[in-house]
């Protein structure tokens, strides 16, 4: 009687440590796929900071562009006056998406070329000079421009 008592107790003892080794593998499992759900999450909300950025500025750079050259070309007063109002809606259009990606990446250089794009694009608005200086803002923005998609993709492809 002893020997079946102990049987059993070394058989409850054995399901209740299979038990608890199980539930621990399987909390372990679960944090993991959480884990891997927030990174993917993280990521493309990443992804989509740097995209919507990269198009506001480029949506900016294009007006900035168009508002600089009427300018040059003495557009009448009022066509002018219609592209000052759409580059400052787009200029408006930009500070959604940095704010975005200055929340949600850290890393310096991706900033940092953000940054310069912005500044970049910015310039064009003292560009109106002359045809020469304009052209040569521009080549600067969209140079600032590809230069922050290759430090973009670098980072997100990490």
């Known amino acids: 009687m002893l020997l079946t008592i102990l049987t059993a107790v070394i058989a409850v003892l054995g ?24 990174a993917q999450t993280l990521r493309r909300d990443r992804l989509s900071a740097v995209t919507e950025l990269a198009a506001a500025i480029s949506d900016h750079r294009t007006a900035m562009w168009l508002r600089a050259d009427a300018k040059l070309q003495g557009a009448a007063p009022d066509r002018l006056n219609d592209l000052r109002s759409r580059s400052h809606q787009t200029r408006s259009a930009v500070t959604r998406p940095l704010v975005a990606l200055r929340v949600l990446v850290t890393d310096p250089a991706v900033r940092q070329a953000a940054d310069a794009m912005v500044s970049a694009t910015h310039a064009l608005r003292g560009a109106d000079i002359d045809t020469e200086v304009l052209a040569h803002a521009r080549q600067e923005a969209l140079a600032a421009h590809n230069h922050f998609i290759d430090v973009a993709a670098a980072y997100l492809g990490d």
Do not use: I
Request: glycine content about 8%.
């Open 15 to 38: 399901t209740l440590a299979g038990s608890a080794v199980s539930g621990r593998y399987q909390r372990r499992a679960a944090e993991h796929t959480e884990r891997a759900a927030l």
